[in-house]
């Protein structure tokens, strides 16, 4: 039986606090200037047994509480490494729990020790080209062989997928049906028919590989399949409050760190004479921001509760992943005006959470789309919808 929560969580917290000043903050300015990080990080990240923190233990985990890992991503985030919490919140806060809640022993026997020891990394595809957040416009199309699947299409904006092993595609099976006709898959990226393009070069989180995914005539055997087909949607919408949960954590990581620089910066920095701390303007913002990050943490462990218990739904997700992104990008902006010019500069670590956050708003579910969910939950589906 796993250990409490409450005696995991700081050996936990010290691990990740020590693998991230050891591991990655000597290295991260040169991942960020090749736009990647070495596989080496991830085998390093399994064998801190940060990588399969609430799997069970025989796959290849530590059985802690799945909160533990909402832990990481901030504390990533609080460091500065938003492109590596990013991938970290791909590879263990998507697509190993949709492993663990959906698919077959088989598969997640085949995949799950492998991508906790960092062997395999994961990645999902459900965007592409001309569709965006309407996945019920996909093209991507996924029809029987004698042998299982063929798979045609593309992806896009996909996280990890420059380096993924595996990747969870999101395919039409049957064009009709709207929703009831999207499927998942396991697409095993070593299979013919198979490949990438070059990586897509973004203003922010440059170490993390953002790559277009193409499926030409790729073959799938029949346990490919992930769950049941036509249950795609539903799945999607199953596993969203995580993904967003993730995000959350990585919005409240990324303002206390960049809080924390501003307190430094501010209390060091003198302009006419007296530190720039010491000027009404600068500590009435500071009280806002820390009021802010105060209010979205209180609702963000709402949500981790609700979601323990298994009561967590599709509109606090959404609330929380609006509010907390949105928030992210807010303070942060703010936390780099009292920077002046520097903050514009790359010498200041300010500048890199400040162009970190902006996908925030935008993957996940753009800010847009988590006001029509709200919405919806208000008033139903509009006309116009």
Not at 17 to 24: A, D, I, M, W
Not at 78 to 103: C, D, E, K
Not at 192 to 219: C, M, N, V, W, Y
Not at 261 to 282: H, M, P, S
């Amino acid at each position: 039986m796993s250990a409490p929560q409450d005696d995991l969580t700081p050996l936990f917290h010290d691990t990740i606090r020590r693998f991230l000043e050891q591991e990655v903050a000597p290295h991260y300015e040169a991942w960020e200037a090749a736009g990647e990080m070495p596989r080496s990080l991830w085998t390093k990240l399994g064998e801190a047994g940060l990588l399969g923190i609430d799997l069970p233990d025989e796959l290849g985990g530590s059985g802690a509480d799945f909160a533990i890992v909402q832990l990481a991503l901030e504390e990533i985030s609080r460091q500065g490494f938003g492109g590596l919490a990013s991938a970290y919140n791909i590879h263990t806060n998507i697509v190993m729990p949709y492993l663990l809640h959906i698919a077959t022993p088989a598969q997640r026997e085949r995949w799950l020790p492998a991508m906790a020891s960092g062997e395999a990394i994961g990645a999902i595809a459900m965007t592409e080209p001309g569709a965006g957040s309407d996945l019920a416009a996909m093209k991507t199309r996924a029809s029987r062989t004698e042998s299982g699947w063929r798979l045609d299409g593309s992806k896009l904006f996909i996280t990890n997928g420059q380096i993924a092993d595996l990747v969870i595609v999101c395919a039409k099976t049957d064009p009709a049906a709207g929703a009831r006709g999207v499927s998942l898959f396991l697409v095993d990226t070593t299979l013919a028919g198979f490949s990438r393009g070059q990586p897509i070069k973004k203003i922010g989180q440059h170490a993390s590989d953002t790559a277009e995914l193409f499926f030409d005539d790729l073959r799938l055997p029949e346990d490919a399949l992930l769950g049941e087909e036509g249950a795609g949607f539903a799945y999607l919408m199953q596993e969203l409050p995580r993904e967003r949960l993730g995000v959350a954590a990585q919005a409240l990581g990324a303002m206390e760190g960049a809080l924390a620089l501003t307190l430094d910066y501010v209390r060091e920095r003198r302009a006419f004479g007296r530190a720039v701390g010491d000027f009404q303007n600068t500590r009435f913002t500071l009280a806002e921001v820390r009021a802010q990050i105060d209010v979205g943490r209180a609702y963000f462990e709402r949500c981790v509760a609700k979601y323990r218990q298994g009561e967590m739904n599709g509109t606090d997700a959404a609330i929380l992943k609006l509010q907390l992104s949105e928030m992210q990008c807010r303070t942060i902006d703010a936390c780099l005006q009292l920077f002046g010019g520097y903050g514009y500069t790359r010498e200041y670590p300010i500048s890199r959470f400040y162009l970190d956050a902006r996908v925030q708003t935008l993957y996940a579910g753009t800010s847009e789309i988590m006001k029509e969910v709200i919405a919806r939950s208000l008033l139903g589906k509009s006309d116009a919808a």
